[in-house]
T-cell receptor, first 114, second 113 residues
Framework: EAQVTQNPRYLITVTGKKLTVTCSQNMNHEYMSWYRQDPGLGLRQIYYSMNVEVTDKGDVPEGYKVSRKEKRNFPLILESPSPNQTSLYFC?????????????FGEGSRLTVL | KQEVTQIPAALSVPEGENLVLNCSFTDSAIYNLQWFRQDPGKGLTSLLLIQSSQREQTSGRLNASLDKSSGRSTLYIAASQPGDSATYLCAVKDQTGANNLFFGTGTRLTVIP
């Protein structure tokens, strides 16, 4: 089944403890992206990747890192999480970095930073 | 910067009614507009994708229209069912960012049996 898989789905952590949210897609998609969803603000893009080893900042990149060493994986790294990073995170992918392409989303990872 | 607005924020209708959800955007220079459904605790499910050159798309009981020049899109749901209860999000991909989708904050739909 074609899908975008995120792990963990739920995580509670403490300020400053490094964590990684993994994202994997099995559709051979070139483009991958991370979003966060907050009440009243909608979804906002954190980082995106056009292909392996090609990443760039979205609208809200502060406090996050990403890497794209393999085509299928695009982990989101929080080196020193803070409470304002408590949010619902979504990974998305599309076949090509083509602006007309359709985006497919994972089921989300709910992160709470205490 | 592109701004996407969805009104109303919440809507309740009795089962069987036809309904329309609205989406407006500020910059008409878009590549496409996508409608999503989000269930509580779940991810986003793509419903319909309308390219900028298209006027509408249909899938089953759903019909989405796009008027790019006026910055508006509507999602029409025919013969609503309780299973349609969810939050509906619209998102536009405009020509300024690299594949960035700009999302509205959604309309929470409740279909009452």
């Amino acid at each position: 089944e074609a899908q975008v898989t995120q792990n963990p789905r739920y995580l509670i952590t403490v300020t400053g403890k490094k964590l990684t949210v993994t994202c994997s897609q099995n559709m051979n998609h070139e483009y991958m992206s991370w979003y966060r969803q907050d009440p009243g603000l909608g979804l906002r893009q954190i980082y995106y990747s056009m292909n392996v080893e090609v990443t760039d900042k979205g609208d809200v990149p502060e406090g996050y890192k990403v890497s794209r060493k393999e085509k299928r994986n695009f982990p989101l790294i929080l080196e020193s999480p803070s409470p304002n990073q408590t949010s619902l995170y979504f990974c998305a992918s599309s076949l090509r970095p083509d602006p007309t392409g359709e985006l497919f989303f994972g089921e989300g990872s709910r992160l709470t930073v205490l | 910067k592109q701004e996407v607005t969805q009104i109303p924020a919440a809507l309740s209708v009795p089962e069987g009614e036809n309904l329309v959800l609205n989406c407006s955007f500020t910059d008409s220079a878009i590549y496409n507009l996508q409608w999503f459904r989000q269930d509580p605790g779940k991810g986003l499910t793509s419903l319909l994708l309308i390219q900028s050159s298209q006027r509408e798309q249909t899938s089953g009981r759903l019909n989405a229209s796009l008027d790019k020049s006026s910055g508006r899109s509507t999602l029409y749901i025919a013969a609503s069912q309780p299973g349609d209860s969810a939050t509906y999000l619209c998102a536009v991909k405009d020509q300024t960012g690299a594949n960035n989708l700009f999302f509205g904050t959604g309309t929470r739909l409740t279909v009452i049996p």
